[in-house]
């Protein structure tokens, strides 16, 4: 699959196998066309949310086109394009500003990662095979820049995680809806969020 990179795949691929164990291979089929669908119809005003949850491990998945983050999508060509990026980049690596968990659950972020198109941080050129605007990038994607992050988190009683809250629209109100889908032991879900501040049930 040429133009994602490896932590894409992986976070996709966790994502899918949880689902598999949750519900069932054919429904985890009809989830994966779902999610790859949504990718490709790639609605401003819409992100998408992955939430999977195996043993002790706990993945959060965000993709969101880059219009909804910084209001474009092309390369950045000027110094305040070039900050909004960046700033779009921090705030997405803040995991605490973005999402809140149960206190009981002994969640602990274990790692993040961000795949942007046009990454303006120096610690992630090169970092999740990036490239440039020409390099790295299918053609969909080079008309329609994406930004996706993952949260590793390591829950030492993962059964008190019983929902997640959610301040990506506040963070981002360019943002109106996420399509959020859950894979969990309790099973599958897809909830559609669209206020600030709302909790995806687990």
Do not use: W
């Amino acid at each position: 699959m040429r133009g994602k990179s490896e932590s894409v795949r992986a976070g996709h691929a966790f994502f899918y196998r949880v689902a598999r164990q949750s519900v069932g291979a054919g429904i985890a089929l009809m989830l994966a066309s779902s999610v790859a669908a949504q990718h490709a119809a790639h609605e401003h005003g819409v992100a998408a949310l992955r939430v999977a949850l195996d043993g002790p491990t706990l993945l959060i998945e965000f993709d969101s086109p880059l219009d909804n983050l910084v209001g474009f999508e092309h390369a950045p060509t000027t110094a305040e394009q070039r900050s909004a990026l960046a700033s779009a980049e921090r705030r997405l690596k803040d995991f605490e500003h973005l999402f809140s968990l149960p206190a009981a659950a002994g969640c602990v972020l274990a790692e993040v990662q961000l795949d942007s198109p046009y990454p303006q941080s120096e610690e992630d050129h090169g970092h999740l095979d990036h490239g440039h605007e020409d390099e790295g990038h299918d053609d969909h994607d080079q008309a329609h820049g994406d930004m996706y992050v993952a949260y590793q988190l390591e829950c030492s009683t993962p059964s008190a995680l019983t929902g997640i809250g959610v301040g990506l629209i506040d963070a981002f109100p360019r943002i109106h809806v996420i399509r959020a889908e859950t894979a969990t032991p309790r099973g599958q879900a897809s909830v559609r969020l669209d206020r600030a501040g709302i909790t995806l049930p687990l």
